[in-house]
């Protein structure tokens, strides 16, 4: 990655000092993995809500499908890493 100038040329070359805002938004279009907005969300009651759900219809502890999905999601750590 490129550092930014501290000093950015604007009409004709006369040197001012670069708005942060303008440097954040380069960032964020230019390197989203790392600089993009990352919008977080608690998903933890729909979550827990769905599995209830999902355990009812199948008869089985919520626990167990709860495990069992966090190891699929431990599995696809370990291999997109």
């Known amino acids: 990655m ?9 009409k004709g070359c006369s040197r001012i000092l670069p ?3 303008a440097d954040c938004w380069h960032l964020e279009r230019r390197y989203p993995d790392r600089w ?4 977080q969300a608690d998903l933890t009651l729909q979550i827990q809500q769905m ?5 009812q219809e199948l ?3 919520s626990q167990l499908i709860l495990a069992e999905a ?3 999601l431990r599995e696809h750590d370990r291999r997109t890493r």
């Open 51 to 55: 599995v209830q759900e999902v355990a």
């Open 19 to 21: 708005d942060w805002r």
């Open 2 to 10: 490129r550092p930014l100038s501290r000093w950015r040329c604007w």
């Open 36 to 39: 993009g907005r990352r919008v």
């Open 59 to 61: 008869g089985v502890d």
């Open 70 to 72: 966090q190891s699929f």
